[in-house]
């Protein structure tokens, strides 16, 4: 039986050229700072010129599998997002944390 880890993901990426009715929809919506956080689901943010985009997902995977399926995951989650909603992209692009193996440094504490 493989063991399992919790990945945190970023996914990056543009957008290309979205509609008049896609930039209104995504302009009237809350996807600012506040957005901001790790979930299965994903969250979506962007600034309101509308250039970039990132998601924020929670991967939890097989950890012999490992960062590069914890990115793929994610990439297909987003693009599956955009694509029912209609918001063209270009290329994405990851960065992945292992939460299982990142190491935490308190500081003040002694050993």
Known sequence: MSTQHTYRVIVRGTWDGPTDEARARL???????SAMQFT????????RVLKHFSFRYVVVCDA????EMAA?????RAETYLDER??????LRSTVTDMDTM???YKGRRG
């Open 86 to 91: 209609g918001y063209g992209h270009g290329a």
């Open 40 to 47: 299965e689901e994903g969250s979506l943010t962007y600034d």
């Open 72 to 76: 793929a995951i994610a990439e297909d």
């Open 103 to 105: 190491k935490i440094n």
């Open 64 to 67: 012999e599998d490992g960062e």
């Open 27 to 33: 302009l009237s919506e809350d996807h600012g700072l």
